[in-house]
């Protein structure tokens, strides 16, 4: 509690300098906090992570798969995934979601590079401060990714031994911030209960402007019912010729249908050309529960 105290006296400094000879006070600030000021959320959030490590994203050999302006064909997965961060925009205006949870039938589907690439594509844009936070504490796929399997992450921060602030990652992406797993001491559905998760959610939610959380598939496991309870919206990742149609209607009918926001069809072959493992064909809802999909 006397961290948090800490932190928002230094917001309420950092402010006082950044907004001239306005008076800011700590009650004032969190009630601007309250009803998402933006400028005061940007305050707060600067104070969270101006002491964060920061990581180098594109240097192991996993960077020829991510959307980090490279040519060619990489370039229209860039695009697609471009197209995809623009309809999820125009969902966030209109319904004013902000944690977004990245999931699959099964594994092998692409949900971690289909979470990493529209994170990044996020992070390309002004004033969208955005983080991406590795959920599937059993495969920690996307810590894989980025190199980051030896880091403290989320497992100890929802164990409660370190603060969120001590374990998200900048990167030299300006806007864009990282949660890896972390390591766990027991399985991982075992970490999501209780109120932990949802506090966390609640403190990125202060601190981000978009969550992205890349989760377990939604079978075989019970993980991502405790996970995406505390986020506002579902993205489910398919894979072309790879998951059977039966099997995505049970899956997307046992989620929270006022929380589907589409469908992303992975490494669909277009115009004779097959984009690997990136998503070329999409489709989203209204942010209302009423996804449609290409793939549906």
């Not at 800490?6 to 004032?28: H, R, S, V």
């Not at 601007?32 to 101006?50: C, F, I, S, Y």
């Not at 092998?108 to 004033?127: F, H, I, R, V």
Request: with cysteine; charged share 20%; glycine share 8%.
């Amino acid at each position: 509690m006397s961290k948090f105290f800490n932190e928002t006296q230094k917001a309420n400094q950092l402010a006082q300098k950044q907004m001239g000879t306005q008076d800011l006070n700590i009650k004032e600030l969190m009630e601007n906090l309250k009803h998402g000021t933006p400028q005061q959320r940007n305050v707060v959030a600067d104070v969270r992570l101006q002491e964060c490590s920061k990581v180098q994203i594109g240097n192991n050999g996993h960077s020829e798969r991510l959307v980090l302006g490279q040519h060619g064909w990489a370039q229209n997965a860039l695009e697609a995934y471009r197209g995809l961060r623009t309809k999820l925009m125009r969902m966030q205006n209109e319904s004013g979601l902000r944690s977004i949870a990245v999931t699959s039938s099964l594994p092998s589907e692409g949900k971690t590079l289909t979470a990493m690439n529209l994170a990044l594509c996020y992070s390309q844009l002004p004033d969208q401060r955005v983080l991406v936070i590795d959920a599937d504490l059993r495969t920690k796929g996307l810590t894989e990714l980025l190199g980051q399997k030896d880091k403290p992450g989320l497992a100890e921060v929802l164990a409660g031994q370190i603060t969120p602030d001590a374990a998200v990652l900048g990167t030299n992406q300006s806007s864009l911030f990282v949660l890896p797993a972390g390591s766990i001491n027991k399985p991982p559905a075992e970490h999501f209960t209780g109120t932990r998760w949802a506090e966390i959610i609640g403190w990125c939610s202060e601190t981000f402007k978009v969550i992205i959380v890349d989760t377990p598939p939604v079978r075989p496991m019970a993980d991502f019912d405790l996970i995406s309870a505390a986020c506002d919206g579902i993205i489910m990742v398919v894979r072309a010729n790879h998951t059977e149609r039966e099997l995505l209607q049970k899956t997307t009918g046992a989620l929270d249908a006022k929380k589907i926001l589409g469908v992303v069809l992975n490494a669909a072959e277009v115009a004779g050309k097959e984009y690997r493992s990136y998503a070329r064909t999409y489709g989203a809802g209204n942010g209302k529960g009423n996804g449609k999909s290409a793939a549906a």
